[in-house]
Structures are given as C-alpha cells and as structure tokens.
C-alpha cells in the first residue's frame, strides 16, 4: 500500500488504541510491506490507444511479444507492463513518452522507480513523473508528490509535495486526496482542518481504499471533522479489516466486543481478533490471548493464550491483567506455550515430529 505520510498525527488526533501501537515509531510509512498500495491500477494509468503510425513498417520485437499476448485490441505498453515484461513496456512506452503521452512518461517512472527490469533510478524517474505532470497526469503529479515527501530522487521539500498533492487530488487521485487529507490533520503544509480532512479521507475510502477506510472510521468514531457515528465508523473498519489491515481488525473486533455500533458479538470478536492476532498484531495477540484464557467467545485455552502472551511481550504488550489469568498454569503447559511462540508462526521441530509419528502406520 503508498499512504507514504506517516499516521502518528491522525493516530493523536483520534485517539485510536491500535494506532498508536503501530506508530509508536517514526516511519515514513506505518503499513507493511505487503500492504502498501503500488496506485497502477488499470484503471489508474489509462494509456490511450497507440496511434496508428506507430505500427507503420515491420513491428519491433517488444511488439511483436505484446501482439501474441494480449492480442490487437489491448494497450501493448501497459498490457506487457501487468504481465511483468517491463523492458517490452519500456520500449513500446518510450517513443509515445517522447511525444508528449503523459500516460507512458508515468509508467516509464514507475518503471525506473521501482528498478522494473532496469537498475532502480529515481532521478531519472523523477524526471520522468516531472514529464507527466506537467502533460496533466494526474498518476504522475502523485508519484512525484510522493518523491518530493520523502526526497527520494529529489531534494526532500514538503511544501511542494504539498502543492503536488493538491494538484492531483483536484485531477481526481484518491491516494492523493487521502494523502492531502492527511497533510489537513497535520496542518503545516496546508490549512489545518479536521473538517477537510475527513472530507478528503471520506472520498478516498468511499473509492475503497483499505488505509483511508480505517482512517475514516476512526474520525466517525470519535467525531474528528465530521459528526460521531458508530455504525458508519464499524461499516469502515469491518471493510479495512477485510481488506487485511489488522489494525482495523482490531478495532472492528473492539466494536464487536462493546456492541458499539453494531451489534455485540463476542464470537465474532474472538474470530476476528484471532485473525489479527495471526497476522502479528501485538494489541491483537493481547487481547485474544485473554479471551482464550477466560474462554470468553471461544474455547477455553491457556497453552494457546500463553503463547500470544509471549508473542506480545515481544513487542512491548505487557499486562498485569492477563498475568494473573495464566498464573495458576502448569510449568510443562507453560513450556510448550513458549516453545511455541518461540517458533511461530511455524510448529516447533517437536510437535511436527509427533505429528508425523502419529500420522505414521503401525507396524506389526
């Protein structure tokens, strides 16, 4: 997921438990890596169709290998793109980028930003993005404001990331009006204003974007620009937390747990906090392992309650509270529990063995 401003701000300006433990940290962006958003899309880099004197004479080999793949009627540049033939695309780009196609001077940044088949060159993909934004790309305006907020190929200057922002959020980029957004809760750069800023987090998640969703139901949570309300604050965290954010995971499972918003369903809160729990969050881990030790919503389990206990700690979760719920746990129950954590998320070599031996035929 590129949510590329750092979230401690909004995380203090809500309030919001889960937050906060995953911004305990300065980064530039808080999401795994996994979660990060690449914003090509095929609905967010629309090549146009190839003039026809492109085709004149014998085809190149890039068109040739995109003709046999995806055939008269797909954009070849962007089609070899999606399937991972970046140099193809790079060569069926770069004579429509030198004639001005902001489109193709979008992807061949892309292509040099993230080293796509060629060595990583974010000056040159800077330059390229420079290209497309001013042709009026609204991709290319938000891929160099991202640039210029993290000084990646580019002297660092906010301001104008800033403006780049704006511009492309007035264009119609979701990621750039959710970063805008963001820019609003912060209030250096731009006007500060909870009340844009839930504007702009609103349409972002609204176009479905899983961090502007959480995002947006913390603010309707907790009233922060836009008026409190709990069952629209749970309907955003319920589709981040689907999306796979564990934090909004966490958060709809505290809803669920509470009743607020929706209705209380402490089973659905243990399934849910288990799913974030596995994903490694620690507020998850916490709190699911204490469900699991009072066997509140799901089955009664210490060993595995234990387990996350641990797990947590390695994160800095400690809780008094929990302590005393596993304090009366047998040393050997113990053991495994932190065995267990110590290997996870795979089996420890032990139980893997007993698992085969008693998967094994006996013998005569």
């Known amino acids: ?79 070899a793109f999606q399937r991972g033939y970046y140099l193809t695309a790079l060569e069926l780009a770069l004579p429509r980028a030198q004639n001005g196609d902001a489109p193709a001077q979008t992807l061949i940044g892309e292509i040099y930003a993230k080293g796509l088949g060629v060595g990583e060159n974010l000056k040159a993909a800077a330059d390229w993005y420079r290209l497309a934004s001013e042709n009026g790309d609204a991709l290319g305006t938000f891929e160099l404001a991202l640039l210029y907020q993290e000084g990646r190929g580019v002297e660092k200057d906010r301001k104008r990331a ?29 006007e500060p204003s909870l009340t844009k800023a839930a504007a702009l987090i609103g349409e972002a998640a609204n176009a479905g974007v899983p961090e502007a969703r959480y995002d947006y139901g913390g603010m309707l949570s907790e009233g922060a620009g836009i008026a409190p ?44 906090y288990d799913r974030a729990a596995e994903g490694g969050n620690p507020v998850a881990q916490n709190r699911y392992a204490k469900l699991l030790a009072a066997g509140e919503g799901v089955t009664a389990d210490l060993e595995k309650a234990a387990m996350y206990r641990s797990l947590a700690r390695r994160q800095g979760m400690k809780d008094a509270q929990l302590d005393k719920l596993l304090a009366g746990m047998p040393a050997d129950q113990l053991a495994r529990a932190e065995e267990r954590a110590r290997f996870w998320p795979s089996e420890p070599p032990t139980r893997v063995a007993e698992s085969k031996a008693a998967a094994s035929p006996k013998s005569n």
Request: glycine content about 8%; overall charge negative.
């Open 1 to 79: 997921m590129k949510a590329r401003l750092t979230l401690t701000l909004l995380a203090a300006a809500l309030s919001l438990p889960a937050m906060a433990q995953e911004a305990a940290q300065d980064f530039i962006d808080l999401r795994p890596k996994g979660m990060q958003l690449d914003n090509l899309g095929i609905l967010d880099l629309p090549i146009g169709p190839v003039p026809e004197e492109f085709y004149s004479g014998t085809p190149s080999d890039a068109q040739t290998i995109s003709g046999a793949i995806f055939g008269d009627k797909a954009d070849p540049a962007f089609g």
């Open 162 to 190: 800033a403006e780049l922002f704006k511009t492309s959020a007035d264009a119609g980029n979701v990621m750039a009006k959710y970063n805008l957004g963001l820019l609003h809760v912060e209030g250096v750069y731009v």
């Open 229 to 272: 309300n709990p069952a629209a604050a749970a309907e955003q965290f319920r589709l981040a937390a689907e999306d796979g954010l564990t934090s909004a995971q966490v958060e709809y499972a505290t809803m669920l747990y509470l009743g607020r918003g929706v209705t209380q369903d402490r089973v659905a809160a243990a399934q849910w």
